[in-house]
């Protein structure tokens, strides 16, 4: 094969490069999923696209403007893995394949971002210290976050502290957040102000109001109908 200047291309050595390409993408696809904490059932699920695509673009639209996405809605309509599909492709659009994926993106539930803060807790007083972002897993500083189902689990007053200040350290610093959950942000705001600390027999009233003011002011609310995909076993 020749190119534009005369020279030859040897037909297996451009095969040979192509393959080798394909190996590098696959590898670094692989690792993105890995290591930004995607779980295996989302995964497959964002294989076959088990999400509708108009989704996937609101929350695109919603990144392009530097602005995280709130998806909302009934169990099984895809919220979770429209969200794995955006920040997939937020990852992918660095176009390298240099770098810590987690420092780009990473997939954690609501619940085990607390839980992790308390692990960490947890070294701290048994002497154990890493780089500050195992517990969470980097949540507070990488570039695009999923934080899957919030409002699956009741919050303590900690928690809810907990989760506003993770909301106010990325909103101030321009890093979008991709929120999913069964509760719309005025049944999330009722769902956590209602809610008694068991330990201190506190109403949490003001916090689902400022954590759901937070999220609206940062993020586009998107509503996701449809029915179970897992029951119709599509």
Request: aromatic share 6%.
């Amino acid at each position: 094969v020749a190119t534009r200047s005369g020279s030859m291309i040897c037909p297996v050595c451009k095969e040979g490069r192509e393959l080798e390409r394909e190996r590098e993408e696959r590898g670094w696809l692989e690792r993105v999923e890995r290591e930004c904490g995607i779980p295996r059932a989302t995964q497959a699920d964002v294989r076959r696209s088990a999400f509708r695509q108009e989704v996937l673009q609101s929350i695109r639209s919603s990144l392009e403007q530097s602005r995280g996405a709130y998806l909302y809605g009934s169990v099984g309509t895809g919220k979770s893995t429209a969200a794995g599909a955006a920040l997939l492709e937020s990852v992918q659009s660095t176009g390298s394949f240099l770098g810590s994926p987690g420092r780009l993106g990473r997939f954690i539930t609501a619940s085990d971002y607390l839980q992790g803060i308390r692990d960490s807790f947890s070294d701290r007083d048994a002497g154990v210290f890493g780089d500050g972002a195992t517990g969470t897993q980097g949540a507070d500083g990488t570039r695009c976050l999923v934080l899957d189902d919030i409002g699956a689990d009741r919050l303590s007053e900690w928690g809810a502290e907990q989760m506003t200040t993770l909301i106010d350290h990325r909103t101030s610093n321009g890093l979008p957040t991709i929120f999913t959950s069964n509760f719309s942000l005025d049944e999330l705001e009722q769902r956590i102000n209602n809610t008694y600390d068991t330990r201190t027999r506190n109403r949490l009233y003001p916090s689902g109001s400022r954590i759901a003011s937070r999220i609206e002011g940062s993020c586009s609310a998107l509503e996701v109908k449809g029915p179970d995909y897992r029951r119709r076993g599509t």
